[in-house]
């Protein structure tokens, strides 16, 4: 395991269209982190799983918006009804459990999403 | 609100310049801040991460300072190279609860080193 891993890396996709983005953490690691980084700026926090529990959502996630974490392994991240302003780099992150003391974010290369 | 502002937006300079880029934020109860570079198109890299209860990190070239109570840190970038150029980016850890770990980031400073 080399470490996260997301698919794909690139969408091209036409406005109303749902996509689905998948996150594959590092295999120890039990929280796991979506971001959302648009053009000229700094990541913005989604949403944060630790194991399946969802235990927070940006309000940036809207209705169109949902994360899963089934199993408490990979992630995804589906958009339905896809606008042109989703168009962005989709970024995972994970990290291990609290209690190892270690609190580095470990990030994934991004799933870039256009929408035309 | 947790918000993070980095100065300046960007910066260029000559090969083999020291430099320092800024990092403010407005919510002093953090659990660590970290240092990050992006290259064009690319994802996040890190390169130092501070705990709160620590003052600086240092890898390389790259020093990284933080004081909480004032709520900044700097990047100093020694002897700087045009392998250097990319965005770098600050990131401050949520302190607990439901935020655990949770990042919030600064826009990025767009670091330029010419020949």
């Known amino acids: 395991d080399t470490g996260v891993s997301q698919d794909p890396r690139h969408k091209i996709t036409k406005r109303g269209q749902n996509v689905t983005f998948r996150c594959d953490p590092i295999?120890?690691?039990?929280?796991l982190y979506w971001y959302r980084q648009t053009l000229g700026q700094g990541p913005e926090f989604l949403t944060y799983?630790?194991?399946?529990?969802?235990?927070?959502k940006s309000r940036l996630l809207s209705d169109r918006f949902s994360a899963e974490r089934p199993k408490g392994s990979f992630s995804t991240l589906e958009i339905q009804r896809t606008e042109q302003g989703d168009s962005a780099m989709y970024l995972c992150?994970?990290?291990?459990?609290?209690?190892?003391?270690?609190?580095?974010?470990?990030f994934g290369p991004g799933t870039r999403l256009t929408v035309t | 609100k947790q918000e993070v502002t980095q100065i300046p937006a960007a910066l260029s300079v000559p090969e083999g310049e020291n430099l320092v880029l800024n990092c403010s934020f407005t919510d002093s109860a953090i659990y660590n801040l970290q240092w990050f570079r992006q290259d064009p198109g690319k994802g996040l890299t890190s390169l130092l991460l501070i705990q709160s209860s620590q003052r600086e990190q240092t890898s390389g070239r790259l020093n990284a300072s933080l004081d909480k109570s004032s709520g900044r840190s700097t990047l100093y970038i020694a002897a700087s190279q045009p392998g250097d150029s990319a965005t770098y980016l600050c990131?401050?850890?949520?302190?607990?609860?439901?935020?655990?770990?949770?990042?919030?980031f600064g826009q990025g400073t767009i670091l330029t080193v010419h020949p």
């Open positions: 992150a994970s990290a291990p459990p609290p209690s190892s003391g270690e609190i580095e974010q470990y």
């Open positions: 295999s120890e690691h039990n929280r």
């Open positions: 990131a401050v850890g949520g302190a607990g609860g439901t935020s655990y770990g949770k990042l919030t």
């Open positions: 799983f630790q194991n399946e529990a969802q235990l927070e």
